[in-house]
């Protein structure tokens, strides 16, 4: 027929050219795209490993490292502190008021070391397999099977509330100007990073401070989580220990008094 010429399958060699022809556009593109990308590493990485450069780390090992740093300086600026009490403890021409008052300001403020009768509340995530172990309540949401911030928040008021002379969260004693805040799953506290479990010693009566967190409706609802989804939760008498003084700097940097 006079139109077998225009059929794919009559091998025109017009056709073949037709057919072809976005195959060869399409691997010339690939080919150019690929040289681009060597360019572009090339130029980059201008004799270096760029696989090792700091700005490709992941965010998080960047977020430890700085949790590494800041544990150190915080050890440095201790030894310091204590560098500089052990010069004041001088004669400085005070009198005996004077140093009595200052020494319960300095106890106030938790700079110094705190001896007494102790509990320490552990919390922790929930497995991530767990399933509502009561009936009437809904299988878990991600969110319900990881420490929040208010749920440490709650523990930290509660026990402030029964008496605490003292507090430590983790490793690191709690003053006026102390935030306990959360990102994700971790806790962030005085530009520090900790992972659950979270430990909190509060030093004071142990039945005052047991009662306390009892009374607490905050931790009352925490209490259903745990019940329900396996949240931990552990509430120990420790006996007599000692928290240690915050080491941190003292200085507001984002407030100021009210005149």
């Known amino acids: 027929m006079s139109n077998s010429a225009d059929s794919p399958g009559t091998g025109s060699s017009a056709g073949r050219r037709w057919a072809f022809r976005p195959v060869r556009v399409l691997t010339v593109g690939v080919f150019a795209l690929a040289g681009l990308i060597f360019f572009t590493s090339f130029h980059t990485a201008k004799g270096t490993n760029i696989r090792t450069d700091t700005s490709l780390l992941k965010l998080s090992d960047l977020i430890h ?43 106030q403020a938790g700079t110094h070391k705190l001896t007494g009768e102790a509990i320490t509340v552990t919390l922790d995530d929930a497995p991530p397999n767990a399933t509502a172990k009561l009936p009437g309540y809904p299988e878990p949401q991600p969110d319900y099977l990881v420490i929040h911030q208010q ?25 006026s100007t102390s935030a306990v805040r959360c990102v994700g799953n971790t ?25 306390a967190l009892s009374a607490s409706p905050a931790i009352q609802n925490y209490m259903v989580y745990v019940n329900v989804y396996g949240l931990g939760w552990k509430v120990e008498e420790n006996g007599t220990v000692t928290l240690p003084g915050y080491s941190g700097t003292v200085d507001l940097r984002y407030a100021q008094p009210v005149q």
């Open 65 to 107: 490292e700085r949790s590494r740093n800041n544990g150190e300086l915080g050890e440095a600026n201790a030894a310091l502190r204590e560098d500089v009490e052990s010069l004041a403890e001088r004669d400085d021409g005070s009198t005996k008021a004077e140093d009595d008052k200052l020494a319960a300001l300095e106890k």
């Open 187 to 211: 806790l962030i506290l005085q530009g520090r990073v900790y992972s659950p479990p979270y430990k909190i010693t509060a030093v004071g009566d142990p039945d005052k401070l047991q009662q």
């Open 151 to 175: 749920d440490l928040q709650a523990v930290v008021n509660a026990l402030w509330q029964g008496g605490a002379q003292g507090i430590k969260v983790m490793d690191q004693r709690l003053i």
